[in-house]
């Protein structure tokens, strides 16, 4: 259920693209406290993009799930802001993430909702 759209205007290196899926899906899941079998992580890089007027390495990012704790977002926004800076060379500062919570009956998966 949850889920991360990561959107870069980088171009990952050979082999970086899995790593950084898979990494994203094992912390997604270990710091939602849910199976990583229901984490759903995606890549969408080389996006043309500017933040704050200029075309240097920049990501957005959307994080949603059911049970989204507020509480935990600033624990995420660093986890996810580390993961990109160690991956793909990303500052913290050109990042945005937004969080979005979402109800289990708005949520659909195997022919039915949670």
Known sequence: MP?????????????????LLR??????????????????VALEH??????AGTDA???YLELKSIGLPAARTAELSALLAQLLQEKL???ADRVYIEFSPAAGELWGWNGATF
């Open 57 to 59: 390495p920049l990501a």
């Open 46 to 51: 080389s996006c043309p993009m500017l933040f």
């Open 23 to 40: 990494q994203a899906s094992r912390q997604v899941a270990q710091a939602l406290g849910k199976p990583e079998d229901y984490v759903m």
């Open 3 to 19: 889920y991360l759209l990561v959107k870069t205007n980088i171009t990952p290196v050979d082999g970086a693209e899995q790593t």
């Open 89 to 91: 060379g990303i500052a």
